[in-house]
């Protein structure tokens, strides 16, 4: 795996500049976990890119935490394969709950847990428990910890897991990946439950909003997948530092961020030929997209880092984003490590003459050279992402929480911080008064919790 990064004149007061440095050996340094079956989903679909980058080996722990058995029999399989042919991901943890009170899950219902609660949150203590030990053996806390949650059946219990996690790992970058529910069952219990629930369970956290089409839900688990893969395996850092690059950007943009993170993804079809590479080991060979002489791949990669800020590209629609504010770029594509720094730099100065860095002058671009797998066709295809911060109220989530609130009555912008713990979106449109946030740290659930 390669790496290369490009960043704008006026951060470093110099020409536009390239940085390359090794990515291989990284330490085990990130655990995943997936909450609920659309999480656990997702969380297969994060290892397998990591996978196909050959950096599986930097998860010390995956989680799939639904309760759910043919959610836990799927994933087994899928693992098999997918951990059966590689040579890295032998040293990762997988953890699944032992306790499944329903065979089928919760029905959608996020209060149907509390009748089982007592022996979940043991179970739940227990899956915290062994990534702590997880992460003893490896010799490091984890750098970065990636929740998958939602609002159906698992979601308090996402949310209970996460404070877990962070009173586990003070020091970790916990980023809950939130995928907004689109059906009116989960809308409803957004609405009247959930949301508050979260704003209490996820005070604090920095969360990555997505949404989901109802119609093809699994490539958008697969786009997201692909750019958190991508974030991971980026170099952004000038100072060469060895952690979590996933972690470090989470902090760069939380500085400008109201509680939230957005991401877009743009993937694009490569015109190339294609080449062979020898290896010395099987498979042998190793099929690559050849950049030629012509300026063609730079100006489709200048393209597509633009048409990242178009609405079809976010993956929760209806989310602004700034332009002043610190944003990640990555670029993933199948070509041979050594044309990825000419390629970096030829793309780099026509965003320059386009004036993107004007615009946007706190954006880094990382390159890589990944071979992901497309479907059965294996063409060759480049990812785009972008994740930014966002501030202020949440178009997609005001249509959910208040469906009926007239769009005139919505503040333009809301500077100040409103993510969870801020109460700002379930009280903003509340015409009787503020919801006070409750206090109740003695709450039941919270005894179990015992860590050495
Ligand atoms: N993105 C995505 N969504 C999914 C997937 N499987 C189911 N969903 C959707 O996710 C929403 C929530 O369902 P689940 O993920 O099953 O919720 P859960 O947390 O497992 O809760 P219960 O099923 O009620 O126990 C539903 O609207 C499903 O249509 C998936 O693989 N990916
Ligand atoms: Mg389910």
């Given at each position: 795996?390669?790496?290369?990064?490009?960043?704008?004149?006026?951060?470093?007061?110099?020409?536009?500049?390239?940085?390359?440095?090794?990515?291989?050996?990284?330490?085990?340094?990130?655990?995943?976990?997936?909450?609920?079956?659309?999480?656990?989903?997702?969380?297969?679909?994060?290892?397998?890119?990591?996978?196909?980058?050959?950096?599986?080996?930097?998860?010390?722990?995956?989680?799939?935490?639904?309760?759910?058995?043919?959610?836990?029999?799927?994933?087994?399989?899928?693992?098999?394969?997918?951990?059966?042919?590689?040579?890295?991901?032998?040293?990762?943890?997988?953890?699944?709950?032992?306790?499944?009170?329903?065979?089928?899950?919760?029905?959608?219902?996020?209060?149907?847990?509390?009748?089982?609660?007592?022996?979940?949150?043991?179970?739940?203590?227990?899956?915290?428990?062994?990534?702590?030990?997880?992460?003893?053996?490896?010799?490091?806390?984890?750098?970065?910890?990636?929740?998958?949650?939602?609002?159906?059946?698992?979601?308090?219990?996402?949310?209970?897991?996460?404070?877990?996690?962070?009173?586990?790992?003070?020091?970790?970058?916990?980023?809950?990946?939130?995928?907004?529910?689109?059906?009116?069952?989960?809308?409803?219990?957004?609405?009247?439950?959930?949301?508050?629930?979260?704003?209490?369970?996820?005070?604090?956290?920095?969360?990555?909003?997505?949404?989901?089409?109802?119609?093809?839900?699994?490539?958008?688990?697969?786009?997201?997948?692909?750019?958190?893969?991508?974030?991971?395996?980026?170099?952004?850092?000038?100072?060469?530092?060895?952690?979590?690059?996933?972690?470090?950007?989470?902090?760069?943009?939380?500085?400008?961020?109201?509680?939230?993170?957005?991401?877009?993804?743009?993937?694009?079809?490569?015109?190339?030929?294609?080449?062979?590479?020898?290896?010395?080991?099987?498979?042998?060979?190793?099929?690559?997209?050849?950049?030629?002489?012509?300026?063609?791949?730079?100006?489709?990669?200048?393209?597509?880092?633009?048409?990242t800020l178009d609405p079809p590209a976010q993956m929760a629609q209806g989310m602004n984003?700034?332009?002043?504010?610190?944003?990640?770029?990555?670029?993933?594509?199948?070509?041979?490590?050594?044309?990825?720094?000419?390629?970096?730099?030829?793309?780099?100065?026509?965003?320059?003459?386009?004036?993107?860095?004007?615009?946007?002058?706190?954006?880094?671009?990382?390159?890589?050279?990944?071979?992901?797998?497309?479907?059965?066709?294996?063409?060759?295809?480049?990812?785009?992402?972008?994740?930014?911060?966002?501030?202020?109220?949440?178009?997609?989530?005001?249509?959910?929480?208040?469906?009926?609130?007239?769009?005139?009555?919505?503040?333009?912008?809301?500077?100040?911080?409103?993510?969870?713990?801020?109460?700002?979106?379930?009280?903003?449109?509340?015409?009787?008064?503020?919801?006070?946030?409750?206090?109740?740290?003695?709450?039941?659930?919270?005894?179990?919790?015992?860590?050495?």
């Open positions: 795996m390669s790496s290369i990064f490009v960043r704008p004149r006026n951060r470093s007061h110099q020409l536009l500049r390239t940085a390359k440095r090794s990515t291989e050996g990284r330490q085990p340094s990130l655990v995943v976990v997936g909450v609920g079956t659309a999480g656990a989903r997702r969380t297969l679909m994060f290892l397998q890119r990591m996978s196909e980058l050959s950096e599986i080996g930097r998860v010390q722990s995956a989680v799939f935490y639904d309760c759910n058995e043919t959610t836990v029999n799927y994933v087994q399989s899928y693992l098999r394969k997918l951990l059966g042919r590689s040579k890295h991901g032998t040293g990762v943890q997988i953890l699944f709950p032992t306790y499944i009170p329903l065979p089928n899950g919760f029905m959608r219902d996020p209060r149907l847990f509390e009748e089982y609660e007592g022996p979940l949150e043991r179970d739940t203590d227990n899956i915290v428990a062994q990534i702590i030990s997880q992460s003893e053996r490896a010799g490091q806390s984890p750098e970065a910890i990636i929740e998958f949650m939602g609002f159906a059946g698992h979601s308090v219990l996402g949310g209970r897991l996460y404070r877990k996690l962070r009173a586990a790992f003070p020091a970790t970058v916990i980023l809950p990946i939130l995928m907004l529910p689109e059906d009116h069952v989960s809308e409803e219990w957004a609405r009247r439950y959930i949301w508050e629930q979260f704003e209490d369970l996820l005070e604090g956290s920095e969360c990555l909003l997505t949404a989901q089409s109802a119609s093809h839900f699994g490539e958008d688990d697969l786009r997201l997948a692909t750019g958190l893969a991508g974030v991971e395996v980026a170099d952004f850092d000038e100072d060469g530092r060895t952690g979590s690059p996933l972690a470090a950007a989470c902090q760069r943009l939380s500085t400008a961020s109201g509680g939230w993170l957005g991401m877009a993804t743009v993937k694009r079809k490569m015109q190339l030929m294609r080449k062979f590479e020898w290896l010395r080991v099987p498979p042998w060979w190793r099929q690559y997209a050849a950049v030629g002489e012509e300026e063609e791949l730079p100006t489709a990669v200048g393209y597509a880092i633009w048409s984003d700034l332009h002043h504010v610190p944003q990640e770029v990555v670029v993933s594509l199948p070509v041979h490590p050594d044309a990825l720094e000419p390629l970096a730099n030829s793309a780099g100065e026509i965003l320059d003459r386009s004036n993107l860095f004007g615009q946007f002058p706190n954006m880094d671009i990382a390159f890589n050279t990944a071979r992901f797998v497309e479907g059965s066709t294996n063409e060759p295809y480049m990812h785009i992402t972008r994740v930014y911060p966002v501030q202020g109220e949440l178009a997609p989530v005001i249509d959910i929480l208040h469906p009926n609130s007239a769009p005139e009555r919505r503040s333009a912008r809301v500077a100040h911080e409103t993510g969870f713990g801020s109460y700002y979106h379930p009280e903003a449109f509340h015409m009787d008064g503020l919801i006070a946030p409750q206090d109740s740290p003695d709450e039941e659930w919270t005894q179990h919790v015992r860590y050495i």
